[in-house]
């Protein structure tokens, strides 16, 4: 094939779900409203687990509040994986997921172009959420708004191979809400979005252990550093690595010769 063709493929699997997220305003106030509850309620009794004092000046009063904005960030582009999972399920069992992989075009280049879509819808919310912030008066370095955008593209690939591995394996809609929160808030909770590695070390190793070996906590802190612009090589070469292993089992679960999608009678329904 001719390029043209590949990147009219692309761009309609794109627009389609650009789209889709416009005509879907709720499915953007929930996932600005979210992270903007933490920010704005939770975050007080945080800020005074880390001895931050309500009486102390301002630029001290929202450390915490300047810490967690890279783990809400990261909230943002995990729920967002799953919701756009969550439509590859609905698009299956509604068949238009049939139209799309019958098409002449392999199925590893159609899954990654649905994956660009997710990611890029979530990348519109974190700039949503950052002006929000900034607003607020936290605000990062003015570049690091620059920076942080290949971490963010990075983390949405991650998270959206996550979801996408998911929805091969699950038949109706119905199950998968379970199954998400089965994942979302294990990942969210056991890594460092909210707390640092070694204030979870203090309260117990175990925890300390597990968060230290969640993918998602070298998500969040290869952005809480790119915020900031700086770059953790370490959180990136791991990040890219569980990206491209969890890409390569969501491209083999769709695989109709392979995977679940071949023992569920290779239905792109």
């Known amino acids: ?7 009219h493929c692309l761009l309609g699997v794109v627009g389609r779900e650009l789209l889709r997220f416009l005509h879907q305003r709720s499915r953007f106030i929930a996932a600005l409203v979210r992270p903007l509850v933490w920010l704005f309620v939770f975050a007080t009794g945080f800020r005074m687990a880390l001895g931050v004092a309500m009486t102390e000046p301002y630029q001290t009063y929202i450390l915490y509040e300047v810490y967690i904005v890279p783990g809400l960030v990261g909230m943002i582009q995990l729920f967002n994986g799953m919701q756009s999972s969550l439509s590859m399920v609905y698009d299956r069992e509604m068949g238009s997921m049939r139209v799309l992989l019958v098409s002449p075009f392999p199925r590893w280049y159609l899954l990654i172009c649905k994956l660009l879509a997710s990611t890029l819808v979530s990348v519109v919310q974190v700039y949503v959420f950052l002006a929000i912030a900034w607003w607020y ?3 990062a370095p003015p570049m690091g708004y620059l920076w942080i955008l ?7 690939f991650m998270v959206g191979a996550l ?5 091969s394996f699950i038949r109706q809609l119905e199950n998968f809400a379970g199954v998400m929160n089965f994942v979302i808030f294990p990942m969210f909770f056991l890594s460092s979005a909210l707390y640092p590695l070694w204030r979870i070390r203090e309260g117990s190793y175990l925890v300390y252990q597990i968060a230290a070996l969640n993918p998602f906590t070298q998500a969040v802190e290869m952005i809480r550093f ?44």
Request: hydrophobic share 55%.
């Open 137 to 139: 008066g936290i605000q």
């Open 150 to 156: 290949p971490a963010l593209l990075l983390t949405g």
């Open 226 to 269: 790119a915020l900031y612009e700086r770059a953790n090589l370490e959180a990136i070469l791991i990040s890219t690595a569980v990206t491209l292993v969890l890409l390569a089992l969501a491209i083999l679960g769709y695989n109709p010769s392979r995977g679940m999608m071949a023992r569920k009678g290779g239905g792109g329904d």
């Open 163 to 167: 979801g996408l591995l998911l929805s």
């Open 1 to 7: 094939m001719r390029l043209m063709p590949w990147l």
